[in-house]
């Protein structure tokens, strides 16, 4: 089973590499970010620098785990490779898991540019210790997305996937305090935003990198969300399964 998974993971990433626009959509769209208003506005500040460049990382991962997935998974529906995938006896957790694990190399790779940026540029410090962790909880939190990106893959068409991927996205984005502190916020976001995933995944990576106390309440529901979202998506997945093969 381990070689099908390494088989299916090399073949997802050579068709990532050979079409590349996802894995740039997910990496420059977060660092030009970082250069155009964390660099000029809180680059001297260690703290808050530090506090962005996790945030925009995780910003970038999501945007490959909900996006990029969710469209991925739509599209292979529509080619005559995946039904016949599903004949095969190995069963569908060879193909899910090289997914999950392209993903997670397509993630990895899009905060490249992020963590360039700040030590170019900002006064943002960090560990290796602390950076080895960063990248940990960035795993973690973005889990619950990649399982929305899959409910969407399997839920929706391809244009349908890319029009809802993107709505979901970026309030999502907002909300979660990844663009903008939470302090920032008016006071009925505020009160919105631990609540939604993207809180928790932010509260883990601010923890590891700056060492600030997490919102239990985010952390709870990030875990809640994970629960749903993994409900979801084998829902999705069932019921796509249910419609084309019986």
């Known amino acids: 089973?381990?070689?099908?998974?390494?088989?299916?993971t090399r073949y997802l990433m050579i068709e990532q590499i050979?079409?590349?626009?996802?894995?740039?959509?997910?990496?420059?769209?977060?660092?030009?970010?970082?250069?155009?208003?964390v660099v000029p506005f809180a680059g001297q500040d260690?703290?808050?620098?530090?506090?962005?460049?996790?945030s925009l990382m995780f910003f970038g991962a999501m945007s490959a785990a909900v996006i990029g997935l969710s469209i991925s998974v739509a599209q292979d529906r529509e080619?005559?490779?995946?039904?016949?995938?599903?004949?095969?006896p190995a069963g569908p957790f060879?193909?899910?898991?090289?997914?999950?694990?392209?993903?997670?190399?397509?993630?990895?790779?899009?905060?490249?540019?992020?963590?360039?940026?700040?030590?170019?540029?900002?006064?943002?410090?960090?560990?290796?210790?602390?950076l080895l962790l960063g990248l940990g909880t960035l795993v973690v939190g973005v889990v619950p997305f990649m399982l929305m990106g899959l409910f969407i893959g399997f839920s929706l068409a391809p244009k349908a996937a890319i029009a809802v991927s993107q709505i979901v996205f970026f309030p999502l984005g907002i909300l979660g305090g990844l663009l903008l502190p939470p302090q920032a916020f008016p006071e009925f976001i505020e009160v919105v935003s631990p609540y939604v995933p993207t809180r928790g995944g932010a509260e883990l990576?601010?923890?590891?990198?700056?060492?600030?106390?997490?919102?239990?309440?985010?952390?709870?529901?990030?875990?809640?969300?994970?629960?749903?979202?993994?409900?979801?998506?084998?829902?999705g997945y069932r019921r796509d399964e249910g419609r084309r093969f019986t």
Do not use: C, Q
Not at 1 to 8: D, E, F, G, N, P
Not at 18 to 37: E, K, T
């Open 1 to 8: 089973m381990s070689s099908l998974v390494v088989a299916h």
């Open 18 to 37: 050979r079409v590349p626009i996802g894995l740039l959509a997910s990496s420059l769209f977060p660092a030009i970010s970082m250069l155009a208003f």
């Open 46 to 54: 260690p703290v808050a620098a530090t506090s962005a460049t996790g």
């Open 79 to 88: 080619l005559p490779w995946n039904p016949y995938l599903r004949t095969l």
């Open 94 to 130: 060879a193909h899910f898991a090289g997914r999950i694990l392209s993903t997670l190399a397509v993630m990895l790779l899009s905060v490249i540019p992020v963590l360039l940026v700040s030590a170019m540029f900002t006064e943002a410090t960090i560990t290796p210790a602390k």
């Open 205 to 235: 990576i601010w923890w590891a990198t700056t060492g600030s106390s997490p919102d239990p309440v985010a952390l709870v529901m990030l875990a809640v969300w994970t629960v749903i979202l993994a409900a979801a998506a084998a829902w």
